[in-house]
């Protein structure tokens, strides 16, 4: 069974945070592995959704653009950590159209009170001085989505991100902070799965650290765990070449 590979990029990138571990994957591969990469709403010149905030919206959209396309299901979702959020998401809606799940540097839990108010205080500042929001999301994200090992040992890859996250839409910050501030603990999502489910992570992750880890993998019936080696949140960008090599194996494993 050749199951078409979705990827979901993390907030606030866009597909190409992929690109590297998509390269990768062909060549693994050798151009045998479907693989579709899709910008959520509202990222890389998409619109919003018409609606308030809410991760549900994403899921149905994402699903919607996946039946209407050229590969027909079952899908092997991958998502990297508001990816992985959006994956449980759908999981939660459509289990029936999973061949499996790939949770790269993300975790089930719902936020912290805490979490929720800085959530909250930077998608009023993206509305209310959106000039500045790309600085903010620099100063308040960088030290914490690549490992310590990236930044002292590969200053070009935190300029890439750094980057990145300056020419994040005001807009899409703002309602993607929203939405994320309200979504539900899916441990109990994850419990109901019957499909293999491969819980990948750096070992220098901060944002979502091995104690979220070892609680998604003790609810799952078929869990299974793959630790990135000097890598933090963003393991697809600081070792793309170890996260396509795991996800071909876990996607072989599933025919």
């Not at 998409?46 to 959209?61: Q, R």
Request: some cysteine.
């Amino acid at each position: 069974m050749n199951a078409p590979l979705v990827l979901l990029h993390a907030f606030p990138f866009g597909p190409n945070l992929w690109s590297s571990v998509v390269t990768e994957l062909a060549a693994d591969s050798s151009g045998e592995m479907p693989i579709v990469v899709p910008a959520l709403p509202g990222f890389e010149g998409t619109a919003l959704p018409d609606a308030p905030p809410n991760l549900a919206v994403v899921a149905d959209a994402v699903l919607n653009q996946l039946l209407a396309g050229d590969h027909a299901p079952p899908f092997l979702l991958a998502g990297v950590s508001l990816g992985g959020y959006v994956a449980m998401a759908m999981a939660r809606r459509r289990p029936d159209l999973l061949a499996g799940l790939v949770l790269v540097d993300t975790k089930a839990t719902a936020d912290s009170d805490q979490a929720r108010e800085v959530r909250l205080a930077t998608a009023l500042r993206a509305e209310q001085d959106p000039a500045t929001i790309g600085e903010v999301l620099v100063d308040q994200l960088l030290p914490k989505l690549l490992g310590p090992s990236t930044l002292r040992d590969r200053p070009e890859v935190a300029q890439s991100v750094r980057a990145m996250l300056r020419q994040a839409p005001p807009a899409t910050v703002a309602w993607y902070q929203r939405a994320m501030a309200q979504r539900p603990d899916s441990l109990a999502t994850l419990a109901e799965l019957t499909c293999p489910v491969l819980v990948v992570y750096g070992d220098e992750d901060e944002l979502s650290p091995q104690v979220e880890q070892d609680q998604m993998l003790a609810v799952l019936r078929s869990g299974h765990r793959q630790i990135i080696d000097g890598a933090g949140h963003l393991s697809p960008i600081e070792a793309p070449t170890e996260v396509a090599r795991t996800i071909h194996a876990f996607w072989k494993g599933l025919a």
